[in-house]
């Protein structure tokens, strides 16, 4: 279910019509770091760079520090969340169509999704915090962005649950990268969007290389792989209360109808092919 909606969430990060909501607010649109550090953390008020570090994790502070809490003294965390609603309107009618977005199937599809998200609010929220700000937003009428805000529910819900699996692991934020890295998730240099420097990078390595993770030339070993493993495991165990609350009937009928809405996403260009998320990779 993640990979299902995990695209349709992330378009907000990269669409040109996200881009133009960005820069009518104001932001610097010739990187995409502004408008996302803001559509992102907006649900959570007006965070200084720390709290925000702390909720996103795998970016460096420094970096995190570039633009929060500068993002605020552009527009207020309530013109960001209505702009970014503009920017998901535009963005789906883009990407899916009109006929899609109006359609009876994407409605279906956005009542299920957002059965699901307010699950998650009676199954307990602690130490979950990004997805605590999104489920105190109220919910769009139009079907379309009902299920864009359910899909954010949802993943914030699962990030935040992985965040406690990486603790619980022992992998501090840069570690948490090198490590995925380790296994093939995707190139070295695709994680330098994370903003860590090489010495930061180094230091990861070592650390790990030290517990035995990782071998000399920096790959995986067998309890590396193992550990990583693990990780996956924690997390889906995590995010699975919303799902087992809708039921396997329900969560089948959902992905069913998320199918051509996904393809949709991954066909528009607009996600990156490599990515720190595995995004499209199934």
């Known amino acids: ?79 960001v969340l209505a702009a970014r609603l503009r920017a998901v309107d535009r963005t789906y009618r883009a990407v899916l169509g009109d006929d899609v977005v109006e359609g009876p199937e994407l409605a279906e599809a956005a009542a299920l999704a957002r059965r ?9 929220l602690g130490g979950r915090p990004l997805a605590a700000a999104n ?8 079907p379309h962005l009902v299920l864009w805000q359910a899909a954010t529910v949802l ?4 990030g935040d649950g992985h965040l406690a699996a990486l603790l619980a692991a022992g992998l501090d934020p840069v570690e948490a990268l090198v490590s995925f890295a380790s296994i093939g998730a995707a190139p070295e240099p695709v994680f330098e969007s994370r903003g860590w420097s090489a010495a930061d990078w180094s230091a990861a ?4 290389t030290a517990r035995g993770l990782l071998d000399p030339a920096g790959a995986a070993t067998e ?11 924690r997390t889906d165990v995590l995010a699975a ?14 992905a069913d109808l998320l199918g051509g809405p996904w393809l949709a996403a991954i066909g528009s260009g607009l996600l990156p092919a490599e990515n720190t998320l595995g995004i499209g990779k199934v």
């Open 1 to 79: 279910m993640w990979h299902l909606l995990e695209p349709l969430h992330a378009l907000l990060y990269y669409a040109p019509e996200a881009f133009g909501e960005a820069a009518a607010l104001g932001y610097d649109t010739t990187e995409r770091w502004p408008s996302y550090f803001a559509w992102r953390a907006a649900p959570l008020g007006t965070p200084g760079a720390v709290p925000v570090a702390s909720a996103f994790y795998s970016f460096s502070p420094a970096m995190v520090a570039r633009y929060v809490p500068a993002v605020w003294e552009t527009a207020a965390p309530a013109e």
């Open 155 to 158: 993943r914030e819900h699962r």
């Open 241 to 254: 209360a919303p799902w087992a609350a809708l039921g396997p009937d329900a969560t089948a009928r959902l």
């Open 205 to 208: 390595r070592a650390r790990l």
């Open 223 to 233: 309890a590396g792989r193992a550990l990583r493993a693990e990780v996956e495991l």
């Open 135 to 142: 489920t105190g937003l109220p919910w769009p009428d139009a």
């Open 116 to 124: 699901a998200a307010q699950a998650v609010r009676p199954l307990g």
